[in-house]
C-alpha cells in the first residue's frame, strides 16, 4: 500500500506567490465574487472553462472545486503585528473577479513571516472543499 | 467596455476555485558530498535484515523501533523536500510551488537534527522559495519559515498572543534555541 503524501503537506491553497517576470502581479490571488454568479453551477462551469485554458499550458491540470468564504471574514484578519488582506472588485478580468493581497499594518513593512502567518488565517477562514469534476 | 468597480458588504460570500495535482518522487536536492556519504552510511542500518551495522538510529540515541519509525517518517519528509525543490507543489497550474535548493538544504539539514521525540510538522512551499512549517492545532500552531539559510519563528501564530522570532540565522549544524524551543515534542520524550 502506498501512503500519500498529503499527510505531510499543510494546504497553503493561497500561497501568494511572486510573479518575477512582472513584479506587479506578485503577491495577489484572484477569487470569485458570488454577487455576479451563482454557486455551484456558474462558479464550476467558470472552473472547467479555466481547466480547458490551463490544460493548453499544462496537461495535468484539473478544476476539482472551490473552497467559501464571506468579504467579513477576510476584511477583518489582523495578525499581531497589525497586518491583514485588503480585498477589492477589480472587473477587468471579469465581473466575478476579486483581487486579494497583503495589507500593511500601522506599526511598518510586513516580514516575511508576517506574509505566511497571514496565509495561516486565511486557510482558517475558507470552508472545506466543494469538490468538482469537469469529466474532461 | 470596462465594468466599474462595485464595493463590497461583509457579509456577501467569495470563493476559491482551485486545481490539485500532485505527484510525490524520491528525489533529494543537491547534496554536499560529505553529508551524502554521512546519509549512506547512516542508511547501511537495516533492521528487518537484522544486518546492523550501525546501532543507533541516529547519532547519540538507541536504536528502539519507534526511532527507527521516526527516521523512516524523516526521510519520508526529506523525499518531499527534494520534489518541492524540483518539480514544486501547488494547487495552480500557472504556479510551479518550488523551493529555492538552498531552502531545500537548509530544510534537510533541519530534519536531520529532529530526534524521535520531535513532533514532525506539516510542510508545505509558501510561494516565494521558502518552506513552511506548521505544527499544532488553531489556538497554539507553531509556524517557523526556512527561506534560504535564514529562519523565521512565530508561536501561538494566529492568535493575539503570537510571539515573533525573525531573520535567524542557520548554518545546518546549529539549530536556534529558540527554535528547538519552540518545536512540540512527544509527551514523555
Known amino acids: 500500500m502506498q501512503d500519500s503524501a498529503g499527510s505531510l503537506l499543510y494546504k497553503v491553497i493561497f500561497q501568494f506567490p511572486t510573479n518575477k517576470s512582472d513584479p506587479s502581479e506578485s503577491n495577489k490571488e484572484s477569487l470569485i465574487w458570488t454577487r455576479y454568479v451563482v454557486a455551484p453551477a456558474e462558479v464550476n462551469r467558470l472552473g472547467c472553462q479555466q481547466e480547458l485554458v490551463r490544460r493548453q499550458r499544462k496537461a495535468t491540470a484539473r478544476y476539482s472545486g472551490y473552497i467559501l468564504s464571506t468579504v467579513g471574514a477576510i476584511r477583518v484578519i489582523r495578525n499581531a503585528r497589525g497586518h491583514g488582506f485588503y480585498l477589492i472588485h477589480a472587473p477587468e478580468e471579469g465581473r466575478h473577479h476579486l483581487e486579494v493581497g497583503y495589507k500593511r499594518g500601522p506599526e511598518g513593512d510586513l516580514k516575511p513571516i508576517d506574509k505566511d502567518e497571514l496565509k495561516m488565517f486565511l486557510a482558517q477562514k475558507f470552508s472545506t472543499l466543494f469538490s468538482h469534476n469537469c469529466g474532461v | ?189
Request: charged letters at 20%; glycine letters at 6%; a negative charge.
Open chain 2, 1 to 189: 467596455m470596462m465594468n466599474a468597480p462595485a464595493l463590497m458588504s461583509d457579509y456577501e460570500l467569495v470563493l476559491a476555485p482551485y486545481e490539485h495535482k500532485m505527484v510525490l518522487e524520491d528525489c533529494r536536492p543537491n547534496w554536499s558530498k560529505a553529508r551524502l556519504w554521512d546519509t549512506e552510511k547512516r542508511e547501511l542500518l537495516q533492521a528487518g535484515e537484522l544486518i546492523i551495522i550501525d546501532n543507533t538510529a541516529m547519532p547519540g540515541e538507541a536504536m528502539t523501533v519507534q526511532a527507527i519509525k521516526k527516521r523512516d517518517d524523516r526521510q519520508n519528509y526529506i523525499s518531499l523536500i527534494g520534489h518541492m525543490a524540483r518539480h514544486g507543489v501547488s494547487w495552480d497550474p500557472d504556479y510551479t510551488g518550488t523551493i529555492s535548493f538552498d531552502t531545500a538544504q537548509a530544510a534537510t539539514a533541519l530534519f536531520d537534527k529532529f530526534d524521535s521525540g520531535t513532533v514532525l510538522p506539516k510542510i508545505s512551499p509558501n510561494g516565494e522559495g521558502g518552506l513552511m512549517m506548521v505544527w499544532g492545532q488553531p489556538e497554539n500552531q507553531v509556524l517557523a519559515v526556512i527561506d534560504n539559510w535564514r529562519i523565521h519563528l512565530v508561536t501561538q501564530a494566529t492568535t493575539p498572543n503570537a510571539k515573533y522570532s525573525d531573520d535567524l540565522a542557520f548554518d545546518g549544524e546549529v539549530v536556534p534555541t529558540v527554535v528547538l524551543l519552540a518545536i512540540p515534542r512527544q509527551t514523555g520524550s
